[in-house]
C-alpha cells in the first residue's frame, strides 16, 4: 500500500521561502507525476505545478518566476520550493503522486505567511 | 489557461435522491477530466478520471460523463458519507486548472 508523508516549515515571514518534502512509501516508484496543489483557507484547490518520471517540469505560470520541483529518486521524495513568500502564499499544501491507475495525496500541511 | 466553470456552487440534498453535478471547461479537455471529492479536514479524493472511469475503489453510485467542454458527475443515490465538496480538474493541457467546486449539502 502506497503511502505519502509531507512536511516542512509551517510558519514563515514575507519574502521568506517556502521548503515541503514529500516521501513516498511503498509500491513501484515508476511511471509517476507529483503534482503539488494548494488550498487558501475556505477556498478552492489551485495547481501550483509537477515533475513527471522523465524529469520534465512544469509549473503554473503566475507562480513560474518563484516556484521549484524536484525530486530525489534514491530517497523516493519530491519537493516543492516557493521564494518571495507573502501572505497570499498562505494555504494548505499538497503533494499528489499519481500514474496509470494510482492516485495518492499526502496529508496536507498548512503554511502560513505572518509578520 | 483552460477555466473550468462549475455549476451549481451549492447543491442542497436529501439522502438518498440523484445528485448530477455539472463542470464546463472554457476550450476542449478532451476527455482529460477528472472528478475529485473533498471532505472537511482531508485531502481531495479522486473519483473518476477520463471523464468516466471510476478510481480503484470508487462505489458504482458515482459516475461520469461528457467529453471536450461538457461534463457531468452523476451520484445516483445520495449517501450520508457523499455529502462533501466535489471538483473537477482538467490535465489537458498546462496549467491544470480545478473548477470553483460544488458544496452537496444536507437538506
Known amino acids: 500500500q502506497v503511502q505519502l508523508h509531507q512536511w516542512g516549515a509551517g510558519l514563515l515571514k514575507p519574502s521568506e521561502t517556502l521548503s515541503l518534502t514529500c516521501a513516498v512509501y511503498g509500491g513501484p516508484f515508476s511511471g509517476y507525476y507529483c503534482n503539488w496543489i494548494r488550498q487558501p483557507p475556505g477556498k478552492g484547490l489551485e495547481w501550483i505545478g509537477e515533475i513527471s518520471h522523465t524529469g520534465s517540469t512544469n509549473y503554473n505560470p503566475s507562480l513560474m518566476s518563484r516556484v521549484s520541483v524536484s525530486v530525489d529518486t534514491s530517497k523516493r521524495q519530491f519537493s516543492l520550493k516557493l521564494s518571495s513568500v507573502t501572505a497570499a502564499d498562505t494555504a494548505v499544501y499538497y503533494c499528489m503522486y499519481s500514474g496509470r491507475n494510482f492516485n495518492y495525496w499526502g496529508q496536507g500541511n498548512l503554511v502560513t505567511v505572518s509578520s | 489557461e483552460i477555466v473550468m466553470t462549475q455549476s451549481p456552487a451549492t447543491l442542497s440534498v436529501s439522502p438518498g435522491e440523484r445528485v448530477t453535478l455539472s463542470c464546463r471547461a472554457s476550450?476542449?479537455?478532451?476527455?482529460?477530466l477528472a472528478w475529485y471529492q473533498q471532505k472537511p479536514g482531508q485531502a481531495p479524493r479522486l473519483l473518476i478520471e477520463?471523464?468516466?472511469t471510476r478510481a480503484t475503489g470508487i462505489p458504482a453510485r458515482f459516475s461520469g460523463s461528457g467529453s471536450g467542454t461538457e461534463f457531468t458527475l452523476t451520484i445516483s443515490s445520495l449517501q450520508s458519507e457523499d455529502f462533501a465538496v466535489y471538483y473537477c480538474?482538467?490535465?489537458?493541457?498546462?496549467?491544470?486548472?480545478f473548477g470553483q467546486g460544488t458544496r452537496v449539502e444536507i437538506k
Open positions: 477520463v471523464a468516466s
Open positions: 476550450q476542449s479537455v478532451n476527455s482529460l
Open positions: 480538474q482538467q490535465y489537458n493541457s498546462w496549467p491544470r486548472t
